[in-house]
């Protein structure tokens, strides 16, 4: 994730549209799933058990992958990362609202701990102290992000991983190819290799984090997640020479406490 979040801001550094960038980010995996999906399930697996959910979690997924591209025409990769890393605590209320979880007291505080994180996160771009829009397009990333995991979950109940896979990567393709055709989305050659990065990148990524959580405990997937904020923050310095001020790496560091914090709640809890 960490290098996709490079590619989209080499993206936005030549105008390239976000939602060319998300076309070529699921072009590869949409045939590649829908071949696994024949394979494991024949071609009476294409047909859904719950296709609303499978529906919600599609269009989560655009609304997150196209605003974090977003973003990055207006923020760093490291500060993007981060504010859309904590999809957990918006995740956590979502399962709250919608499917009743319980929300222990430690993970409450917490929750307000990343929120203090993320205020700081989200003024640092602006002398006037103002809310950067992309800021805010980067946290809606993370918010989106939340509902597809929670979406995800339902799902498992009766959808098996390949079906999931299939649809979320048809669906992002569909939309992205549609919006990036309707608003004249101009594509260069010298730009291909940009492309390149997030098609063959996200197919590796996708494996990985599913087979993550069927080895590992989803608390420790989610942890292990906040590497890419290090590969960020690698590329900010070495690659597109970002200053940070003093405000905004507090923010990070809090934001960053607070979820690997909850992952070890969740750890204690679980046992």
Not at 45 to 58: A, F, N, Y
Not at 114 to 143: D, E, K, M
Not at 206 to 215: D, M, S
Not at 257 to 270: P, Q
């Amino acid at each position: 994730m960490g290098c996709i979040g490079i590619a989209g801001k080499l993206g936005a550094g030549v105008g390239l549209s976000p939602f060319v960038l998300l076309a070529a980010q699921v072009v590869l995996l949409a045939p590649l799933s829908g071949m696994l999906l024949l394979i494991r399930q024949g071609w009476a697996g294409i047909k859904p058990v719950s296709p609303w959910i499978l529906t919600i979690r599609t269009v989560s997924g655009f609304i997150y992958f196209s605003a974090f591209y977003e973003a990055l025409k207006g923020i760093p990769v490291a500060d993007a990362l981060v504010l859309e890393s904590t999809n957990p605590f918006f995740a956590m209320l979502l399962a709250k609202v919608f499917l009743g979880h319980r929300v222990s007291a430690a993970t409450i505080c917490l929750a307000i701990l990343a929120f203090l994180g993320v205020c700081l996160i989200l003024f640092q771009h602006s002398a006037q102290g103002i809310l950067n829009p992309y800021s805010l397009l980067a946290l809606l990333a993370g918010v989106a992000r939340a509902a597809g995991s929670v979406a995800t979950g339902v799902a498992g109940r009766t959808e098996p991983p390949e079906r999931i896979m299939f649809y979320y990567a048809v669906g992002m393709l569909v939309f992205s190819v549609s919006i990036a055709t309707w608003e004249g989305a101009q594509l260069e050659t010298s730009s291909l290799w940009i492309l390149a990065i997030p098609a063959l990148l996200f197919v590796p990524q996708n494996l990985a984090y599913t087979v993550a959580n069927r080895i590992a405990p989803a608390y420790l997937v989610g942890a292990l997640f906040y590497s890419a904020i290090l590969i960020g923050l690698f590329a900010d310095h070495f690659i597109f020479s970002t200053e940070f001020g003093i405000r905004g790496v507090i923010g990070m560091g809090i934001t960053v406490a607070a979820g690997l914090g909850l992952a070890w709640v969740r750890a204690r809890e679980l046992k």
